[in-house]
């Protein structure tokens, strides 16, 4: 990552002061750099950074605009716009643990194919903070967001196994995978159908960590490679992004990442089905009835519905042991970005104390989370004639919350469980990231995770 962060600045470190909407009078400017912001036209504007020169014309430090109250994370555009060296805060932000993350992310670029790092920034962490577990948090993010930036040439259902694979090596936990058709073996037949029209063999992979006496936290991640639709095709314009269609799966390997780093007491476990919903001669076919590990059968009314099918078998499995905390997160529906654009994803859980936790962790960590009804009269328009349940509705209504519907029949005795709907992507740059792959939700989990059994 282009921006380290030390524990001292250095002699050599320059000044990076914060400028309100209040004035410049009141950001404790000499009279030198209140004469030169005037004469740049810099009144403390919201994610402006302004360089400052000193009496021998090098640079002396920088004043950065923070509006009205932005938020610590739009100080990640520091990242950025900062030339190259060693800089520190002059006096500290509002929420010093935050700034200083968010100039880790700021600093993000996705080098794998040859694209340059960005410049390279040292930045004292303000007194306090602790630099390790910045570190850890950017870590995970910064995981998430390789995952889903990588397309599906290199990141297919092998690739997604092998990352879990390396994040399992990394932090002695253990892996195994079931693949092809030992899926059906060992019943999961959705994922098996969802997966068998692909090159490469679906699988469930199952990481396991920490003792086992330990509070049980389940994880489970939408690992969809790519989604063309299946025999219900997509549109070429709606496959473009779909090499984020395991954004759950990477966003649940960035809090595992997150968890395992920390030490956390928990006895962790990670499912992530993997799989690609590709086209061929024995793809699944609308009208066809599915089995379930739980014994729920499904009827597809839509083959482009297919990622609740492989949660659905992930989350039987993760319920049958009964944790104290099962997530599930994914991509899971267009309707989520109608109701709540890409910025917010929605969370669904009958859990009101779990769901006041999440909005306070979110709250305390910018990272935005909004709860939306588990409404029970839409239930039935699940409904089939031939099935016990259809993956998908007739009206089209409602689709993210039908969707949240369909996968709380496979929990029961999970004591608390909550759905993600999340788009794991930025559509456009902001000042903590760029275009592409992002975490979202998995910041507030591990603030959550670590309150509780912490």
Not at 25 to 32: F, T
Not at 417 to 440: M, S, T
Request: charged share 20%; hydrophobic share 45%; proline share 6%.
């Amino acid at each position: 990552m282009p921006v380290e962060l030390t524990e001292k600045k250095s002699a050599s470190s320059l000044p990076v002061r914060l400028v309100g909407r209040d004035g410049l009078e009141k950001a404790g400017l000499s009279p030198q750099e209140t004469a030169w912001a005037r004469a740049n036209g810099f009144s403390g504007e919201a994610g402006r950074t302004l360089v400052v020169p000193g009496a021998d014309g090098a640079i002396a430090g920088a004043l950065f605009g923070v509006g009205e109250g932005e938020g610590a994370l739009a100080l990640g555009a520091l990242a950025r716009a900062l030339p190259e060296g060693e800089w520190h805060f002059a006096t500290p932000p509002a929420d010093p643990e935050l700034a200083a993350l968010a100039l880790v992310l700021g600093g993000y670029v996705f080098t794998r194919y040859g694209k340059k790092t960005g410049k390279a920034l040292r930045f004292a962490v303000p007194e306090g903070v602790d630099a390790a577990r910045v570190s850890r948090l950017a870590g995970g993010v910064v995981l998430a967001r390789d995952l889903v930036n990588t397309p599906t040439n290199d990141m297919g259902p092998a690739a997604l196994e092998q990352a879990a694979r390396t994040l399992a090596g990394a932090h002695k936990a253990k892996v195994s995978v079931v693949e092809g058709d030992d899926l059906l073996a060992k019943n999961f037949p959705m994922i098996h159908a969802v997966g068998r029209a692909a090159a490469q063999a679906p699988r469930l992979v199952d990481l396991v960590w920490g003792p086992e006496d330990a509070p049980k936290v389940t994880l489970v991640g939408k690992g969809v490679c790519f989604d063309t639709g299946g025999l219900d095709i997509k549109p070429s314009s709606g496959m473009l992004l779909m090499k984020k269609d395991m954004g759950g799966a990477a966003n649940v390997l960035g809090l595992a990442s997150m968890i395992m780093s920390a030490g956390q007491k928990v006895r962790l476990r990670v499912l992530i089905p993997a799989v690609e919903n590709s086209i061929s001669a024995n793809a699944f076919r609308p009208g066809d009835v599915l089995a379930s590990r739980k014994g729920v059968s499904v009827e597809i009314g839509n083959t482009d519905a297919e990622g609740r099918l492989v949660l659905a078998d992930a989350l039987a499995l993760a319920d049958e042991e009964a944790p104290q905390m099962l997530i599930d997160m994914a991509t899971l529906t267009g309707a989520a970005r109608v109701a709540l654009g890409p910025d917010l994803p929605p969370f669904y859980t009958d859990d009101d104390i779990l769901a006041a936790d999440l909005a306070a962790a979110s709250l305390a960590v910018e990272d935005p989370l909004w709860r939306m009804p588990l409404w029970k009269p839409y239930d039935k328009k699940l409904s089939s004639k031939i099935a016990d349940v259809n993956n998908v509705t007739s009206d089209g209504f409602a689709g993210s919350i039908t969707a949240a519907l369909f996968l709380r029949r496979f929990v029961e005795k999970a004591a608390s469980w909550a759905h993600f709907d999340i788009f794991a992507w930025n559509p456009a740059d902001r000042p903590y990231g760029p275009v592409g792959g992002e975490a979202q939700g998995i910041r507030a989990l591990e603030r959550l995770i670590s309150t509780r059994f912490g």
